[in-house]
DNA sequence: AAGTGGTCTAGACCACTGC
DNA sequence: CAGTGGTCTAGACCACTTA
């Protein structure tokens, strides 16, 4: 009742695997026909076919694996981020938010420091830091895992007049994180703001969040105040689209 | 340095143009050579070039229209969706912040009421609104637009306990919108939720946004609650990802 | 009418997997 | 080794836009 102009045969041949998947015919984890099979069964040119697949794997629901066929998707166990992920009672608890969501669902956490630096900012980071031409940041990089797929980058940039010669230096800046290092100098964190986005995949980060082409991800700036409402760090998180689900609470006024 | 094997060709040129884009070669809004000028300029085939225009589209960089030509995607303007947005002083003020906002850019914007209905509600609405079988909810359903494109879908589901009978079932709930009918009610907005995903768009969405095919949606699942913390709506907003910013300023404990 | 993107064909070769 | 997905070729036809 909607088409009104004709379907491209391949998006028609998409949508029948489709509908056989969610009917339940092809279930989870299990094989699609071959490319091939399905050349034979549709009369359609490998050409096409592999425009189908692409059309299935660009929504997320199969994934193809070079020598071993096509799978439909298992249903991800979705990561949700709280709105309360930054509060004193985690960084008390001496165990991280995203450690503690993780395990809960019965799968392994690991965050892993790729690089600490003292660099200049780049100028979107130092507007939102209040930083002028000269001022420079310590950027700490980290990703985040998940049984051991990378699921989140977080790039996390500090004035280094509040950062230098601190423990936010180091490797591990002691537990409790980098708030808690933030609470040692006297910061203590009263107020943040997050701009989320949704975003295709850059060129580097499909490789480093393995994530198929096609599928998303969640790009959120995220600014801590502290107490005299100084911006403490500008943190930019890169989340797989797919997998990851943000949660707010707002009270209103 | 980075590319241990080899890239198959259709990268390599998108790569090409992206440069050639980025480092201002090309212009927004003007004009790529013709899929014809490419086959003969890199001396691929016709499906390759095509293959190449689609690794840009889906990037979100170009954008595609039949019979005139591949052009370089302006940089959209962004509607920023304030943490705020829901807070009495826009009710009392009149006007939606989403019109404010929008009109704020010089821009126009509209608001459509697609449907009203009273229905039994799906699982996952019942759930958030604690309903057991047998209940039914109102929805309403609405598509925002801007410059006359739709930006925006949000069906909103509010108990039939609650808007049984009352404005909220009329295609004007009155001026301040749904949260003043609620306070009408006696039901006043305490608190809210917001769940955020990013995903591609399903089928019907890309004709409804007319986004782009390859570029993601903001999917917000939002619920409030009254003073009694009852919750009063559930409302699933549908967002085009690339033209959209949720920003959210969270207070810490 | 000429030019454009979108789709498709009927093959081919490649790197990879698993037996 | 046979089978898989990924990529590519050298065409073709279509619906559409612009002049």
Same sequence: chains 1, 2.
Avoid: C
């Avoid at 392994?108 to 209040?130: C, F, M």
């Amino acid at each position: 009742m909607a088409d009104r102009r004709r379907m491209p045969r391949s998006r028609e041949v998409a949508r029948e695997l489709r509908q056989a998947i969610e009917a339940g015919e092809l279930l989870p984890g299990s094989l699609l026909p071959s490319e091939r099979e399905l050349v034979a069964k549709y009369q359609i040119s490998s050409g096409t076919v592999n425009k189908v697949i692409a059309l299935l794997k660009s929504t997320g629901l199969v994934v193809s694996e070079v020598g071993r066929g096509v799978f439909v998707r298992r249903r991800p166990q979705l990561i949700r981020h709280a709105h309360d992920r930054y509060a004193r009672r985690w960084r008390e608890s001496g165990k991280a938010p995203f450690k503690a969501e993780v395990e809960a669902q019965g799968r392994s956490a690991r965050v892993e420091v790729t690089s600490i630096a003292r660099i200049e900012p780049p100028k979107w980071v130092a507007e939102r830091l209040g930083l002028g031409g000269g001022d420079h940041v310590l950027r700490r990089e980290n990703t985040y895992y998940v049984d051991d797929a990378a699921v989140q980058i977080v790039n996390t940039y500090i004035p280094l007049s509040i950062a230098e010669g601190t423990s936010l230096e180091e490797e591990v800046p002691g537990p409790g994180g980098i708030y808690a290092a933030f609470e040692e100098q006297g910061h203590r964190l009263t107020r943040m703001l997050e701009e989320v986005q949704a975003r295709m995949p850059r060129n580097g980060e499909v490789e480093r969040l393995n994530a198929e082409p096609g599928t998303p991800v969640l790009d959120v700036l995220h600014i801590s105040y502290d107490q005299d409402d100084t911006p403490m760090d500008v943190s930019h998180f890169v989340l797989r689209g797919d997998e990851n689900v943000l949660t707010y609470e707002l009270p209103t006024e």
